[in-house]
C-alpha cells in the first residue's frame, strides 16, 4: 500500500531502512549467537558462518546506496546477493550430489563404453552404500551420491556437504584450459596447469553455475519446482542490472519518470522487497541447519519473529516464498483470456469492450478456483 503523504512515505521508509539494519545486524553477529552441544562437529562450520557475515554486509551495502538514491548501482548488487543465499543454502543443507562420468573423445562406440560405466557403477553400489543411484543421459552417465561423513567430537558421524570441497578448491583465476599457454610462467609444467583449469572449468559447470544450482536444490529437495521457476525468473530479471542492459535499466530508471516521487518510491520499494526475500532464504537456511545440526540458537524466538516480519514485507515479490495477490491473479485471468479467446472484435463500442473482457477475466478465475 501507498503512504497518503509524503510524511507517511518517509515514516515508511524509515521503518523499512530500519527493519534492513536489524535484519544485517544479526547475520553480521550471528557467530554470538549460536551455540553447539557437545560432540557437535564445528571443523567445517566456521566458513559456513563466515559466509553468513558476509552477506549481512553485501545486503547492507544495497541498503546504504538506496538511502543514498544511488538506486542502479543497488540494484546491480542484488544478484550476487541472492546467488550467495542460493549457495549458502546448499553449503549448509546438501546432502548429496551427482557426478559426471563421459565417454573419452577417441571412443569408437560411446554407446557400448556408456552401457558398461553403467553396468560397472550398479556393480559398485551393492559395496558402496553412498551410491544412491545411475542413469544414462545423453552421451554422459550421471552417478548420485550421498555427500561424504566427518567424524565429530564425540565420534559420531556427521555430513558435510560436497559445497565445501567445491568453495575450497575452485578458483576462477586458471581460465579456460586452452588459454594456459598463454599464461605458462615456465615454473609448473603446463601439462598439470592444463588440467587444473579444466578441473575447475568442470567444477564450475557442475556445482556452481546458475542452471548447476538449480539442479543441485532440487536434487537435494531443498526447493521445489514452483520454488526453482521463481528463482530463475528473478535471477534473469536482476541480470538486466549486473550486466547493465540499457532496456532492464531504462524500463525502471528513466530520467523523465525518475523525477516523480512516486515512482522512486516504488524502486526503493523493489530494492528493499528484494533484501527482505533473500534474507528469508538466509533465515530458513539458517534455522534449518541449527535444528539439524545441534546448534541453540540464542534469543530464537526474537529471530522467527523478525523472519515473519520480513516475510510479511516480501510476500508479494514471489521469491522462493509469497502467494498472488488478487491483483496478480485478476492480470493473469486477462492474460489468459486474451490467449485462449483473442482479440475482441473491433466493432464492439469501446464500453462493451470493456465490459465484456473484465467478464471474461472474472469467469476465468472462479473457473480456476
Not at 546504504?64 to 543465499?85: G, I, K
Not at 599457454?181 to 553455475?209: C, I, M
Not at 541480470?239 to 531504462?250: A, D, N, P, R
Request: hydrophobic content about 40%; some cysteine; proline content about 4%.
Amino acid at each position: 500500500m501507498m503512504p497518503e503523504s509524503e510524511d507517511a512515505e518517509t515514516d515508511a521508509f524509515f521503518l523499512a531502512f530500519e527493519l534492513v539494519d536489524q535484519v544485517c545486524n544479526l547475520f553480521k553477529g550471528i557467530k554470538a549467537r549460536l551455540r553447539p552441544q557437545d560432540g557437535v562437529n564445528r571443523l567445517y562450520d566456521s566458513d559456513r558462518f563466515d559466509r553468513v557475515v558476509q552477506l549481512g554486509l553485501h545486503l547492507e551495502a544495497v541498503s546504504n546506496l538506496l538511502r543514498a538514491q544511488f538506486d542502479v548501482q543497488a540494484y546491480v548488487l542484488l544478484r550476487p546477493a541472492l546467488e550467495q543465499a542460493v549457495v549458502d543454502r546448499l553449503l549448509f543443507l546438501a546432502n548429496r550430489y551427482q557426478v559426471v562420468y563421459k565417454p573419452p573423445a577417441d571412443t569408437a562406440n560411446k554407446r557400448e563404453w556408456l552401457d558398461g560405466a553403467y553396468k560397472t557403477i550398479l556393480e559398485q553400489q551393492e559395496a558402496n552404500p553412498r551410491i544412491l543411484g545411475a542413469e544414462i543421459q545423453k552421451n554422459r552417465v550421471l552417478v548420485t551420491l550421498e555427500a561424504p561423513f566427518s567424524k565429530s567430537a564425540n565420534g559420531e558421524p556427521t555430513q558435510i556437504s560436497i559445497y565445501h570441497e567445491v568453495l575450497d578448491d575452485y578458483s576462477p583465476i586458471y581460465g579456460h584450459p586452452y588459454h594456459r599457454n598463454r599464461y605458462n610462467s615456465g615454473f609448473v609444467p603446463l601439462e598439470y596447469q592444463v588440467e587444473r583449469a579444466t578441473q575447475h572449468r568442470e567444477t564450475y559447470h557442475a556445482y556452481l553455475k546458475w542452471s548447476s544450482l538449480m539442479e543441485n536444490l532440487l536434487l537435494n529437495e531443498l526447493a521445489n519446482s514452483t520454488q526453482v521457476f521463481q528463482l530463475e525468473t528473478h535471477y534473469r530479471y536482476l541480470s538486466g542490472f549486473t550486466h547493465l542492459s540499457q532496456s532492464t535499466v531504462t524500463d525502471l530508471f528513466h530520467p523523465n519518470i525518475m523525477r516523480d516521487a512516486l515512482h522512486r518510491h516504488c524502486v526503493v520499494e523493489l530494492g528493499l522487497q528484494y533484501v527482505f526475500a533473500i534474507a528469508l532464504v538466509e533465515f530458513e537456511t539458517l534455522l534449518k541447519f541449527g535444528s539439524e545440526r545441534g546448534y541453540e540458537i540464542r534469543d530464537a524466538e526474537s529471530i522467527k519473529e523478525l523472519k515473519r516480519t520480513i516475510a510479511a514485507c516480501s510476500s508479494d515479490l514471489w521469491l522462493f516464498h509469497g502467494r498472488p495477490t488478487w491483483f496478480d491473479r485478476a492480470q493473469a485471468a486477462n492474460h489468459s483470456a486474451w490467449i485462449e479467446n483473442g482479440p475482441l472484435p473491433e466493432n464492439l463500442p469501446s464500453r462493451r469492450k470493456k465490459c465484456q473482457s473484465k467478464q471474461l477475466a472474472i469467469t476465468t478465475i472462479r473457473s480456476r478456483n
